[in-house]
């Protein structure tokens, strides 16, 4: 009952920009927070950034001053903001969202991911 699709990965030069996108759809309630993470192969799924609804931001140490999370409430939308990338940003970003939703006459706690995008930061 409740979807996350990520949008806006793709091969950029070292240097360039990115913007991500994460749209929380379905049954919600609420949510507490929205997330981004980041996996490579052989490597454990790794935070990148984390914002509250009521805007309370976390970033991991190697992103901070080069990535901005930020978030619509209305929508159910988180983005990240991908400045000054480097090679080692190269990874599939996954959207999470810490949420409340309706289940089968329940409330429901999920933790839920989306599908994956990729960024390529290549020459």
């Known amino acids: 009952q409740v979807q996350l699709v990520e949008s806006g990965g793709g091969l950029v030069q070292p240097g360039g920009s990115l913007r991500l996108s994460c749209a929380a759809s379905?049954?919600?309630?609420?949510?507490?927070?929205m997330g981004w993470y980041r996996q490579v192969p052989g490597k454990q799924r790794a935070l990148v950034a984390t914002i509250t609804s009521g805007g309370n931001t976390n970033y991991a140490d190697s992103v901070k001053d080069r990535f901005t999370i930020s978030r619509d409430n209305a929508k159910n939308t988180v983005y990240l903001q991908m400045n000054s990338l480097k090679p080692e940003d190269t990874a599939v970003y996954y959207c999470?969202?810490?949420?409340?939703?309706?289940?089968?006459?329940?409330?429901?706690?999920?933790?839920?991911w989306g599908q994956g995008t990729q960024v390529a930061v290549s020459s």
């Open positions: 379905g049954s919600i309630i609420s949510i507490n927070a």
């Open positions: 999470n969202a810490d949420l409340l939703s309706h289940g089968l006459g329940s409330i429901d706690f999920g933790d839920y």
